[in-house]
T-cell receptor, first 115, second 110 residues
Framework: GAGVSQSPSNKVTEKGKDVELRCDPI?????LYWYRQRLGQGLEFLIY????????KSGLPSDRFSAERTGESVSTLTIQRTQQEDSAVYLC?????????????FGEGSWLTVV | GQSLEQPSEVTAVEGAIVQINCTYQ??????LSWYQQHDGGAPTFLSY????GLEETGRFSSFLSRSDSYGYLLLQELQMKDSASYFC???????????FGKGTTLSVSS
């Protein structure tokens, strides 16, 4: 596609429910990143995928968070048993490869509200 | 690990020049990047410095001093549309993912 596409754009969920957020990277981009941004805060790195290599999960805040990516296509970020502190915008980004990691292209984000 | 420090807020008037500083600590350095984010929007890439010196792109310039672990973003001829948050970023130790500063909110008034 023309840009990074994320869905849903907005999600309101009840505390304790599981949510899935989807990211469709720019076609041909092998590197994919997930970030979290709480209201008025900076971007927190969550996880990184590069081709078929093992993902870098070092930023995941707890075992309630997981992500998958099939090949070089769509990625899904799953948050289990959501808590109110999970409320944030979840941003996906992609780049051509890891060596281009300084220039990454973000989607519009999925705004998650846990009530 | 990596850490970046930048001012939380900067205010300026239209037509002015503003400089947003960024100091960083990193165990492996691959360059300093700058991103702009308008309220409610996606961050977008502005500039990247791998080597010391000034990089100019239109009204925006970015500077890097590796010996001082310091860089800045210079915005000239400020316009109202420049009101946004600006983030500096460096790659993590593995050289894979960007680690961002907390951002500087720039408010431009008329």
């Amino acid at each position: 596609g023309a840009g990074v596409s994320q869905s849903p754009s907005n999600k309101v969920t009840e505390k304790g429910k599981d949510v899935e957020l989807r990211c469709d990277p720019i076609s041909g981009h092998t590197a994919l990143y997930w970030y979290r941004q709480r209201l008025g805060q900076g971007l927190e790195f969550l996880i990184y995928f590069q081709g078929n290599s093992a993902p870098d999960k070092s930023g995941l805040p707890s075992d309630r968070f997981s992500a998958e990516r099939t090949g070089e296509s769509v990625s899904t970020l799953t948050i289990q048993r959501t808590q109110q502190e999970d409320s944030a915008v979840y941003l996906c980004a992609s780049s051509t490869d890891a060596s281009s990691g300084n220039t990454i292209y973000f989607g519009e984000g999925s705004w998650l509200t846990v009530v | 690990g990596q850490s970046l420090e930048q001012p939380s807020e900067v205010t300026a008037v239209e037509g002015a020049i503003v400089q947003i500083n960024c100091t960083y600590q990193t165990s492996g350095f691959y360059g300093l990047s700058w991103y702009q984010q308008h309220d409610g929007g996606a961050p977008t890439f502005l500039s990247y410095n791998a080597l010391d010196g000034l990089e100019e792109t239109g009204r925006f310039s970015s500077f890097l001093s590796r010996s001082d672990s310091y860089g800045y973003l210079l915005l000239q001829e400020l316009q109202m549309k420049d009101s946004a948050s600006y983030f500096c970023a460096v790659l993590n130790q593995a050289g894979t993912a960007l680690i961002f500063g907390k951002g500087t909110t720039l408010s431009v008034s008329s």
